[in-house]
């Protein structure tokens, strides 16, 4: 299986925009969607959540229709333990938290949360028709287990009893219960209660092509080779591939191993991305080396995520998106050689991935001057006044080298981003991407221009807050290309608005 994920957390797509996207991805090899909804369809069992951009049903079903006439395979995912914040943020759900102040995580042992679960997976079911397949979530749920009535259980063993539970119904109509691999890796010892029938979506964004220099141990610290010890390598005999190096990807074979089947989940927008566009130099490896080690150890599919919540747009990523297909051609092509014939594709030349990574640069440092994901929760609230000023206090007490080094950050980042449009320019008048690229470049320079002055001394305070309004409405024109008005507004709200917040502090 190849498999893209279609996700709407934080961003709300424009329905054409959608079914445009599924042209592209179902030409490019994919065979199914993993659909994270959310609150993007209009669901009776949770009426709260949905926002004014929402879907009606019939019209998630004419989407639905679409695709499985392009033969893509309709896979949901509804999270069930962790991420729940477009639920649990409304107040009539707050007593299904696992702690008050946090709205991501539900309590498994709260009966009433398994009740709504169970209903709204039965809508799910009624809505998607026919399945094979259902996504039950389950990652990053770091508050569960927590409560007083939650610690006292085993992990593992409260987990599985909760997502058992829940998967019953979808076995008793053949449909393959799924979960993310992150949790319950990290309790290795304790795997016997979830389920051999549930298959495991083990996700790594940062490993990529050959032996990595280190490796994630969920749940524990990275390790190198030269860090491991040996009550890792007795959890763990899989760290170790077979030239003594570290294993890339060695997660898909402890799973695999203790008998689960196993969809290995790369990304093509995750973490490590700027506003406004995807991280090459991390993403190319990530994907070509999670395709190889899906033919290497014949897992059961790749599914290539695109996390809505990094805000740049999805088309920009598409030379990203069709290295899959190209790795399937043949064996032996390597990590350059793919990038090349992607780039002739997209960008009309051999250079373009190399010319678009220059602009990555501009890349996930830049978050802590915005307000996404400000709390460390997946939600889109607005950060309160001060937050940036506080924050920079802080560096200012602490010597923080962030603070301390920004102008060097700042210039090089804009040096970087100035090379890369340099080589895309003249193929931006005939090639789609490359102009998508172009703009993307463009907006880096202007964004890195204006945090420069906002943190320079005395700078014109009227004059530059009418320029970030300005530039406001140019990034909501940008995500607009994809988003709904709205969506693409507030996304541009949360990138600009702590600055426009600061500069009420200055003056
Ligand atoms: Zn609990």
Same mark, same amino acid.
Request: aromatic share 14%; net charge positive; with cysteine.
């Given at each position: 299986m190849l498999i893209f994920h279609m996700d709407f957390n934080f961003a709300s797509l424009r329905y054409e925009f959608v079914k445009e996207l599924l042209d592209k991805v179902a030409s490019l090899g994919y065979d199914s969607i993993l659909w994270e909804l959310e609150n993007q369809v209009r669901w009776d069992s949770c009426p709260e959540c949905a926002h004014p951009d929402s879907w009606s049903k019939a019209q998630f079903r004419e989407l639905l229709d679409y695709s499985r006439k392009l033969n893509l395979e309709p896979i949901p995912l509804l999270q069930? /333990?962790?991420?729940?914040e477009y639920v649990m943020m409304h107040e009539r759900y707050h007593s299904f938290r696992e702690h008050p102040d946090y709205s991501d995580c539900y309590c498994v042992s709260n009966p009433e949360v398994r009740k709504f679960l169970r209903k709204w997976i039965a809508e799910y079911c009624e809505l998607f028709g026919d399945l094979k397949y259902f996504h039950l979530g389950g990652d990053e749920a770091y508050r569960f287990g927590s409560c007083n009535e939650c610690s006292k259980r085993e992990r593992n063993e409260l987990y599985g009893e909760h997502i058992n539970f829940l998967a019953a119904d979808l076995q008793a109509k053949d449909i393959r219960p799924g979960i993310w691999g992150d949790m319950i890796l990290a309790d290795p010892d304790n795997l016997d209660s979830i389920s051999r029938d549930f298959i495991v979506w083990d996700w790594d964004y940062c490993t990529g092509v050959g032996n990595p220099k280190t490796v994630r141990i969920w749940g524990r610290s990275d390790v190198s080779k030269e860090t491991l010890t040996p009550e890792l390598l007795t959890l763990f005999p899989e760290l170790i591939a077979s030239n003594g190096e570290l294993n890339p990807f060695y997660t898909s074979d402890v799973l695999k191993n203790r008998g689960y089947d196993v969809i290995l989940c790369s990304a093509v $927008?995750?973490?490590?991305?700027?506003?406004?566009?995807?991280?090459i130099p991390v993403h190319a490896p990530n994907i070509v080396g999670a395709a190889a080690k899906c033919r290497d150890s014949k897992l059961l599919g790749h599914c290539v995520t695109s996390w809505a919540i990094r805000l740049n747009p999805v088309a920009a990523g598409l030379p990203l998106l069709a290295l899959p297909s190209l790795a399937a051609s043949s064996s032996k092509i390597s990590l350059e050689d793919l990038k090349e014939q992607s780039a002739i594709k997209?960008?009309?030349?051999?250079g373009g991935l190399d010319a678009a990574a220059q602009l990555?640069?501009?890349?996930? $440092?830049? $978050? /802590?001057?915005?307000?996404?994901q400000w709390s460390g929760l997946k939600d889109s609230r607005p950060a309160p006044p001060n937050h940036l000023a506080a924050w920079i206090e802080r560096w200012i007490a602490d010597k923080d080298h962030y603070w301390i080094n920004k102008d060097e950050m700042f210039a090089s980042m804009r040096d970087s981003t100035q090379k890369g449009l340099s080589a895309l320019a003249p193929y931006a008048d005939e090639w789609p991407t490359a102009a998508l690229w172009k703009r993307a470049g463009i907006l880096q320079l202007r964004y890195i221009e204006l945090l420069q002055t906002v943190f320079?001394?005395?700078?014109d305070i009227d004059q530059l807050r009418r320029h970030l309004l300005e530039f406001k409405m140019e990034i909501a024109d940008y995500f607009g290309a994809e988003q709904t008005p709205d969506s693409a507004a507030r996304n541009a709200n949360l990138i600009l608005d702590p600055l426009l917040d600061y500069l009420k502090n200055e003056k």
């Open positions: 069930t /333990i962790g991420h729940g $927008r995750s973490y490590s991305d700027g506003h406004f566009c995807p991280n997209y960008f009309g030349f051999a990555s640069s501009c890349d996930n $440092r830049l $978050r /802590i001057l915005s307000a996404v320079s001394t005395n700078p």
